[in-house]
């Protein structure tokens, strides 16, 4: 039989899939950290969706729930990383689907092509994390 050494601050596997969490946080701060910045940028360039602005109530909620799941990435209950995954998904399948025929000529300034190849690629990346950590907790032996 095998052990799992462990210390003052719990197993190995333990501290490791905490530490995806904790990066996957910041990694989704950033991405909606960034998103905000452009919705604004927007708003005073002009150059805003009509239906997505820094008035909307849309808006609002997409950024409470954004934030959300970013405090949510840490937390280390199957369900949240669950959650935040699906929810990851979600904003991955609108950005490669729907987004793009919002992105008109208008909208597609430098800064408009930085934050939405950032963005994703921010997306992307607390996805692949999330992916991680949920494979160590599911893996891991206990």
Known sequence: MTTTPTTALGTLSDRRTASYGRHMSHVLFAAFTLSAGHTVYARVEGIEDP??????????????????????????????????????????????FYYPTTFGPQQQTT???????VYVGLLVTAAYLGVQRLRRTTLTPR
């Open 51 to 96: 239906a997505f602005t820094v008035t909307t109530p849309l808006a609002w909620a997409f950024y409470a729930v954004g934030f959300g799941s970013a405090v949510l990435a840490r937390r280390t209950g199957r369900v949240a990383q669950g959650s935040v995954l699906a929810y990851l998904a979600a904003l991955l399948g609108i950005s490669v």
């Open 111 to 117: 800064f408009g092509w930085f934050e939405n190849d």
